[in-house]
């Protein structure tokens, strides 16, 4: 079976950065798209950030021109680069690969916080 691990949350002033990754415990074939959900206490699973197996990127409304959604194939690794942040980007975010199988990570939480 495949495990997702993410990392890089943790606390951070309202402006700041963070960088999220998530790593494949072994390489995954036949992608169809992997990326970044996130949610919040009381609220739905949202989309973040998606990246097709041909690079193309997609990102939620809300965290446009923010958010930057990359890979690694080679180390099997998924990034988000958050700037900019917002109290309102508080949340638990979850990676996910989707093949003909969908794997989920663990989630790693961000608080965004003066």
């Known amino acids: 079976q495949v495990q997702l691990v993410e990392s890089g949350g943790g606390l951070v002033q309202p402006g700041g950065s963070l960088r999220l990754s998530c790593a494949a415990s072994?390489?995954?074939?036949?992608?169809?798209?992997m990326g970044w959900y996130r949610q919040a206490p009381g609220k739905q699973r949202e989309l973040v950030a998606v990246l097709t197996s041909g690079g193309v990127p997609n990102y939620g409304d809300s965290v446009k021109g923010r958010f930057t959604i990359s890979r690694d194939n080679a180390k099997d690794t998924v990034y988000l680069q958050m700037n900019s942040l917002k109290p309102e980007d508080t949340a638990v975010y979850y990676c996910?690969?989707?093949?003909?199988?969908?794997?989920w990570g663990q989630g790693t939480q961000v608080t965004v916080s003066s």
């Open positions: 072994r390489s995954i074939f036949s992608i169809i798209t």
């Open positions: 996910t690969v989707r093949t003909v199988v969908q794997y």
